[in-house]
């Protein structure tokens, strides 16, 4: 008997992977193996063929492609790859998760653990398709964790699915689970080459039915005063605080181009991270917009900041430094269109409307596609990512999986033409 995507996903979520900011090691968490590890064996167990982990936790297997010789697509279906993150965010505990799996009744939910943490009806309208369906949530006290363990449980309920059908008709699969996406270097050393797919998947979105092909491009922005320390007693004329400069600095930053007064396409600047005393302060800040180079425009406006608040605080120094983070998707999606029209196809063939949603974001996908293997993002059903009012619909996580089996299909279908 199959095992449901529902039993996988909780075994999974109940193992703590949470990645960790600014690690010297990779992957940054040694915790991340236990779940990869046994990624490995289940895999095994399902019968893949080469099923490998290397040093740094990328688990990769094959199911290899059994259309027979004679059929019109045999030999011409590319190799396609699906893709999930197996850490959790560092903004919430993934430790002790206890999935709760309930048939929700409507209205708010008040999760047991911590009952000031609420689930709102008013603020998850996919909430209102879900009355008398199955969800699963956290108690409260963690984050669930269906960001990305929903996409790796999807993923291994379509091998299941597949290996246990030989009717449904496939080329070669290549899966693919990575640590450490939720720190921003989830391909890092993923060995393209070895995985070997020409065109891959990642599942690591949300509501049921939304597909992205359009990500973010992103910079981090780093502002740095330097100041003067001194005993505040005899600091009369000497003292440089670099926290005011900083404070002049923040004060500046444009409110409408903020991620809490923007949507969709809108770019926005983001301070996010700030540590400092006299002598020294840094602020991380986010740049991010879909037009490349719109990312420009905000280092422009940032220059604009510094050169206005540096002449209120002549003795201090301020540097900017900018550092790459990841590009738009789409700017390197290439000429070859398939990829996006199969899982277009794929997403309508399992009964749902697709819905091409730009992510406010980056995925493992939008650094694999810039590198050259083009990597759209399917939904999951999961939902409020990175914190305790995580929700998962069983229905989406279900719709899923047969995508991902229909979308081997479809390709299989394109390729005889
Ligand atoms: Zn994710």
């Known amino acids: ?62 199911i290899p492609s059994n259309l027979p010789k004679t059929h019109p697509a045999g030999g011409k279906v590319p190799c396609i790859g699906f893709i999930a993150h197996v850490d959790t965010s560092p903004s919430a505990s993934g430790a002790n998760v206890n999935p709760l799996v309930m048939t929700y ?3 708010d939910i008040i999760l047991p653990g911590d009952s000031s943490v609420v689930i709102r009806a008013a603020e998850n309208p996919d909430l209102a398709n879900q009355i008398g369906k199955t969800i699963v949530t956290s108690d409260g006290t963690t984050l669930l964790g269906a960001d990305d363990k929903a996409g790796v449980a999807i993923i291994m309920t379509a091998a299941q699915t597949l290996v246990s059908t030989p009717s449904i008709l ?16 989830g391909t890092k050393f993923f060995d393209r080459k070895a995985f070997g797919a020409q065109f891959a998947y990642t599942v690591d979105g949300d509501t049921v039915g939304e597909l992205n092909k359009e990500t973010f491009s992103a910079n981090q922005a780093i502002i740095t005063v330097y100041g003067r320390n001194i005993h505040p007693g005899t600091a009369k004329g000497i003292m440089v605080n670099s926290l005011r400069a900083m404070a002049d600095i923040i004060v500046r930053m444009p409110r409408e181009i903020a991620p809490e007064t923007t949507e969709g396409y809108e770019p926005y600047i983001h301070p996010h991270i700030l540590e400092g005393e006299e002598a020294r302060s840094t602020l991380k800040i986010l740049l991010r917009d879909f037009n490349t180079p719109g990312l420009d425009v905000l280092k422009k406006k940032l220059e604009q900041i510094i050169a206005e608040v540096q002449p209120m605080h002549p003795k201090a120094r301020i540097e900017l430094k900018i550092v790459e983070q990841y590009r738009n998707m ?23 409307a ?28 999961g939902h409020n990512y990175h914190g305790p009012t995580e929700w998962l619909s069983v229905e989406g996580m279900e719709k899923s999986v047969s995508t991902l089996v229909n979308l081997v299909q479809v390709w299989v279908d394109r390729s005889a033409k």
Request: aromatic share 8%.
């Open 354 to 381: 697709p819905k091409w949603v730009p992510i406010r974001g980056g995925t493992d996908g939008s650094r694999l596609t810039e590198k050259g293997l083009p990597t759209p993002n399917i939904f999951t059903g």
């Open 1 to 62: 008997m199959n095992e449901a995507a529902l039993s996988k996903f909780v075994r999974y979520a109940k193992i703590d992977t949470q990645s960790k900011d600014d690690a010297e090691a990779y992957p940054s968490t040694k915790k991340q193996f236990d779940l990869l590890n046994l990624l490995v064996k289940e895999l095994r167990e399902l019968g893949l063929a080469d099923v490998t982990i290397d040093t740094y936790g990328y688990v990769m297997a094959t």
């Open 105 to 107: 009744t409507g209205g």
């Open 330 to 352: 789409k700017d390197y999606m290439g000429s070859d269109l398939r990829v996006l029209d199969c899982l277009e196809e794929a997403t309508k063939r399992t009964g749902l």
């Open 170 to 185: 496939h080329g070669d699969i290549r899966i693919g689970f990575t640590p450490d996406e939720e720190v921003g270097t």
